[in-house]
């Protein structure tokens, strides 16, 4: 199939658009991610892989992306219900739920992760009674979990919540004069078109807690091959001034983060062109 | 608000089509209280509790010394920086990207999206590769007097950098919803560019704008890793309050810490009461487009 | 249509405003970096000593007190400025362009590197009296009140059931001299050292990134039976968090771990600033600094002026130096080297 680069079209405003929006990925992402590549070609693919192609790497990243696929998951689920809820109802509190939102990005991850560990280590609010039930859950894989779902929290909802504020209601009026259930309504009519917007919301989610390093040191015990996740052994190679093993495992978590961001845009993208625009 | 509630003539059990039950509407919001309150609200209140563990004037004093303020002022300063230009990148991206249709479109994206996949460490590492004084370009600006690295313009890149993608992602899903037939009409009447931008698709857009804003706001202010590798963590000079915090903590000094740790919190909420003077300021607008 | 048309497309109506637009924004934005970056206080003279984490206490006071002596030589009071992280991190900013006149860190393998970049020179370590180090520490226990476990020595840490927090010596400099001062114990009583330490990892359930983190999670967590810290750290905790709470136990043996401080030649701008910043290493030596060194729980050379609480403070005890070890130039790549001695506890079968 041959589509033309890009189609004719009346808009206007697509030279400045386009100027703005490559001089400033050029300049913020392009130039320092191409620097950290051209680290990569200064010594070869090789290397790089050997570097990475070590029992604790893999289960470093492996840990990482897995557990940062279940807090995504988490968070898009729960971030479409509590972007709902902000939205749609009005019950007291309503406001200050929605203002704490965005406190996971304000509180610097470190003050986050000893946050979170003071309530979940064994004497915590929380951890004494996973204690009685005789499991800890700060210093294990659950507190890396608790940590990344909370890092994640407002992507979901914020991308989702402006969707949900300009649904017009007629389309659900229409749906229930047609004599759909609103449970139908719900998953037929309003989930597709909040679908975009949380997937993009998951993406971030996910991307954000895969390299997430702050609030996780805090709280993972950090004991190699089980709680050692693949930032902290970047940081591991730059103490020991090993820039190239640095950059090796940096450029790998970027390759598996890209790729994985692609397939889901791609998604979008297609499912989108076939629906056709809203 | 101008629109009184009309004389009511329902049934008692009357409920709109667009709403749920009243079970359901009260399990949902139980379910959201309960998890916040574990996951979001109790370590809010253990950084409040340190803060004020010897009472709320220790708390106070600690703020007042001559670290502590220039470190709130640089991050307010380099937030101020890096919002505006943040937002103008995202409407020019979110305008290109949902009014135009174009090859590579998910490559674009995800080009955008990449900042977030990469670890704050590895974000400040490219920084310094880039413009470390063992670079060219890095070691041409320190010998001009210039530093990159180790000072301010070095912690507004990496604030640029981790903040990058919010305007444009918020912006992004909403724009497409609404398509362009809004904008093609416009055109169609005879209106310019900028006009069918500021008239028609800002009013649009403009809560989606104002989320992606506050993210950007919130993650700018509360950026450590990427701003710890650049800083050089010259106190009262390259330290911002992230920085600050560690500092401070690592002193034993765990009051002034979780203080200046709630502050940025308050901080952060800053726009949020913005966002509610903008909901009373087009309370009628909104009645309008939700209710008919 | 190509490529470069998309630039193209023409939009004729609303070219001066796109154009003056595109124009303005970017040397704006490179004219809010470069005055942002413009040095400032250049009326007093500069001096930027990029130190480790637990040194903040010792510093805060050494520069009022450098401070005073330097303005009753008749100078103009000094602009000193402090920067405080992680060795390794630190040690890394300089090299990349941090603008240290001075560093004071936690190993001699750190500055080595600086010196490897050319920063200073690699004979730097011999240019100060004690290889550099005005003040030394050592390695001890932190146990809970009464050591309810009973933990005496090295040797006690490897029983059934005893947990140790330790940070991980990988990103913690501090936690590489716990890791040394393991191995010195076994090397002395005929024990297998690397067995020795590997049986000592087993017993760790957090390895933390830095010291604070490792004397938070024992001591504000309740994880752990014992913590291994620097000597100046466990006297810290003990003032901060409270001594009805912990003991300090000392054990048989130790590391004399020597924090070392150099001048960084390349940072040196002028005679002025050379003069500032030599007499500043010259004052840790003096009686009056070394005072303020033994204060903050360091062992300092010259006790001539400290009180001598503070010198009673520590026992003896038989410490062993990095060179008795190979020097951290066998030491750093053997041990803690990627694939080292230290990565082969968790990996090894």
């Not at chain 3, 924090?259 to 030649?265: G, K, R, S």
């Amino acid at each position: 199939m041959s589509r033309p680069l890009i189609n004719r079209s009346p808009m206007p405003g697509l030279g400045l658009s386009v100027g703005v929006t490559l001089t400033m990925l050029s300049l913020v992402v392009l130039l320092p991610i191409g620097a950290l590549l051209m680290k990569g070609a200064s010594f070869g693919l090789p290397e790089v892989w050997a570097v990475v192609n070590t029992e604790r790497t893999w289960a470093a990243l492996f840990l990482s992306f897995r557990i940062s696929l279940y807090a995504a998951l988490f968070n898009l689920v729960f971030g479409i219900v509590l972007a709902w809820v902000l939205v749609r109802y009005d019950f007291p509190g309503r406001r200050i739920i929605d203002a704490a939102v965005d406190l996971p990005f304000a509180l610097p991850t470190a003050v986050a992760g000893i946050a979170l560990t003071t309530l979940y280590a064994p004497n915590g609010f929380f951890g004494q009674f996973a204690k009685e039930l005789g499991f800890r859950i700060a210093y294990t894989q659950w507190g890396i979990l608790i940590a990344l779902i909370f890092v994640g929290l407002p992507f979901v909802t914020r991308t989702v919540q402006p969707v949900i504020e300009e649904i017009e209601r007629e389309v659900e009026e229409a749906s229930a004069t047609l004599g759909a259930s609103r449970a139908y309504t719900l998953r037929r009519v309003i989930l597709p078109m909040l679908a975009p917007a949380a997937l993009t919301g998951f993406a971030l989610a996910l991307a954000r807690s895969v390299g997430e390093y702050g609030s996780v040191i805090f709280i993972a015990g950090n004991i190699p091959l089980k709680t050692e996740i693949a930032p902290l052994l970047i940081v591991i190679r730059l103490e020991e001034f090993d820039y190239n093993g640095a950059a090796s495992i940096g450029i790998s978590m970027l390759a598996i983060s890209f790729f994985m961001l692609l397939v889901i845009n791609a998604v979008q993208i297609f499912s989108r062109r076939r629906i056709g625009h809203v | 608000m101008s629109d009184t509630p009309a004389p009511q003539f329902r049934p008692a059990n009357f409920r709109p089509v667009t709403t749920e039950s009243p079970l359901t509407r009260w399990l949902l919001i139980a379910s959201v209280v309960v998890v916040l309150s574990v996951l979001l609200f109790a370590p809010l209140i253990v950084v409040f509790a340190e803060a004020l563990k010897d009472g709320v004037i220790e708390a106070l004093a600690s703020l007042g010394n001559r670290d502590a303020r220039s470190a709130v002022l640089l991050t307010l300063m380099v937030t101020a920086l890096a919002l505006p230009l943040n937002a103008v990148f995202g409407v020019a991206a979110a305008w290109l990207i949902t009014k135009f249709d174009f090859r590579g479109k998910a490559f674009l994206i995800t080009l955008i999206d990449l900042p977030f996949s990469v670890s704050p460490v590895v974000a400040g590492l490219c920084l310094v590769l880039l413009f470390g004084t063992n670079s060219l370009f890095g070691g041409w600006m320190v010998a001009q007097g210039y530093p990159i690295i180790f000072a301010v313009p070095g912690i507004i890149l990496a604030t640029l950098f981790v903040t990058f993608p919010f305007v444009a992602r918020e912006l992004i899903p909403v724009m497409i919803e609404q398509g362009k037939v809004e904008e093609e009409a416009a055109l169609t009447l005879g209106a310019g560019g900028w006009r069918v931008f500021f008239t028609v698709t800002l009013p649009n857009i403009r809560w989606a704008l104002l989320y992606g804003v506050l993210l950007c706001n919130a993650r700018a202010m509360g950026e450590f890793g990427a701003v710890a590798v650049v800083s050089g963590k010259i106190r009262g000079q390259t330290a911002t309050m992230p920085i600050t915090i560690e500092m401070l903590y690592n002193e034993y000094l765990s009051v002034a810490a979780f203080t200046m740790a709630a502050l940025l919190a308050l901080l952060a909420l800053v726009t949020l009461v913005l966002k509610t003077l903008l909901e009373w300021r087009y309370a009628d607008q909104l009645a309008a487009t939700h209710r008919h | 249509m190509t490529y470069a048309n998309a630039f193209a497309l023409p939009d004729l109506r609303h070219m001066n405003a796109k154009t003056a637009l595109c124009r303005a924004w970017i040397p704006a934005f490179g004219l809010a970096l470069f005055t942002l970056s413009a040095p400032h206080g250049l009326h007093a003279q500069e001096l930027l000593n990029v130190s480790y984490d637990p040194t903040r206490e010792l510093y805060r006071e050494f520069n009022d007190a450098f401070s005073e002596h330097w303005v009753s030589l008749g100078h103009d009071a000094p602009d000193l400025q402090g920067s405080h992280g992680g060795s390794g991190a630190q040690a890394r900013a300089v090299i990349e362009g941090l603008n240290a006149q001075v560093v004071t860190l936690a190993l001699a393998s750190d500055i080595d590197k600086i010196a490897d970049a050319g920063k200073l020179p690699a004979d730097w370590q011999s240019k100060l009296p004690h290889n550099s180090s005005p003040y030394t520490s050592t390695i001890v226990f932190l146990v809970r009140e009464g050591n309810p476990k009973g933990i005496k020595d090295w040797g006690d840490l490897i029983g059934e059931g005893i947990e140790v927090i330790t940070p991980n010596p990988k990103t913690s400099g501090g936690a590489r001299w716990n890791y040394l001062g393991a191995w010195a114990w076994a090397e002395k009583n005929g024990q297998d050292p690397q067995a020795f330490v590997k049986a000592l990892y087993g017993q760790v359930p957090v390895l933390d990134s830095g010291a604070r983190g490792a004397t938070t999670t024992f001591a504000e967590r309740g994880i752990g039976d014992v913590l291994l810290a620097w000597e100046n750290e466990a006297y810290l905790a003990l003032a901060e968090l409270g001594d009805d709470e912990f003991d300090i136990v000392v054990p048989s043996v130790s590391v004399l771990a020597e924090p070392p401080v150099a001048l960084i030649e390349a940072n040196i701008k002028s005679d002025e600033q050379r003069e500032l910043a030599t007499a500043y290493l010259e004052y840790l030596y003096s009686p009056e600094g070394q005072a303020i060194a033994f204060k903050n729980y360091y062992r300092a050379w010259d006790t001539s002026a400290a009180n001598p609480e503070d010198v009673a403070r520590f026992p003896t005890l038989d410490l062993r130096d990095i060179a008795s070890f190979g020097g951290w130039d066998k030491v750093q790549p053997e041990h803690f080297g990627d694939g080292g001695i230290f990565d082969q506890i968790y990996t090894a079968k």
